[in-house]
């Protein structure tokens, strides 16, 4: 059984950057295609980007093309996602998610609160 | 981009009822749709793939149907846990898109 263990609320002022990690447990990293949603106050949700399954690589959504960057480290089984140039309307709870549907697995979500 | 677009916003029923759920791509997904359930303060829940699978351990009275642009998302016969918020998601093609959700509301 995947697990996803996000890291913790974070509280950032406009402009800066965050980082938000996403550790999975119970199968191999590399064998997973990984992904990121997001979701404002009161909002749906949003998917951000992932990695494609045929090649590995990373796709963004349009709208977070500059200032979003995912990344994995395999030695660790750790996902992340950067998003940089934050404003007030990135608060957010941000996910992790994985599986073949793409959304079988969800990381417990990470609040990020933008905010001068 | 593909647009998903989830009728009613809100769905008003009483347990014991039947909800029908809808979702209208702006193109076809052919059967390549999803639908989540969140309840307020959790993650989603994947509870229907491919339009008309369930996911492990989803109970029977959910059952999804349709193909290219239409599809729908039946509970048979509302729990008290299934008052919740529900999304469609798509697969077809990049970038993957969800609907904007359809609130199952105790009348």
């Known amino acids: 059984q995947v697990q996803l263990v996000q890291s913790g609320a974070e509280v950032k002022k406009p402009g800066a950057s965050v980082k938000v990690s996403c550790k999975v447990s119970?199968?191999?990293?590399?064998?997973?295609?990984m992904h990121w949603v997001r979701q404002a106050p009161g909002i749906g949700l949003e998917w951000m980007g992932g990695?494609?399954?045929?090649?590995?690589?990373?796709i963004y959504a349009q709208k977070f093309q500059d200032r979003v960057t995912m990344t994995k480290d395999t030695s660790t089984d750790t996902v992340y996602m950067e998003l940089s140039s934050l404003r007030s309307e990135d608060t957010a709870v941000y996910y992790c998610?994985?599986?073949?549907?793409?959304?079988?697995?969800w990381g417990q979500g990470t609040l990020v609160t933008v905010s001068s | 981009e593909i647009v998903l677009t989830q009728s009613p916003a809100t769905l008003s029923l009483s347990p014991g009822e039947r909800a029908t759920l809808s979702c209208r791509a702006s193109?076809?997904?052919?059967?390549?749709l999803a639908w989540y359930q969140q309840k307020p303060g959790q993650s989603p829940r994947l509870l229907i793939y491919?339009?008309?699978n369930r996911a492990t351990g989803i109970p029977a009275r959910f059952s999804g149907s349709g193909s290219g642009t239409d599809f729908t998302l039946t509970i048979s016969s509302l729990e008290p846990e299934d008052f919740a918020v529900y999304y469609c998601?798509?697969?077809?093609?990049?970038?993957?898109?969800f609907g904007g959700g359809t609130k199952v509301e105790i009348k």
């Open positions: 990695f494609d399954p045929e090649d590995g690589e990373e």
């Open positions: 998610a994985t599986g073949a549907q793409p959304f079988d697995y």
């Open positions: 119970g199968y191999t990293l590399t064998k997973l295609s």
């Open positions: 491919d339009a008309s």
């Open positions: 193109q076809s997904v052919s059967i390549y």
């Open positions: 998601q798509q697969r077809y093609n990049w970038p993957l898109t």
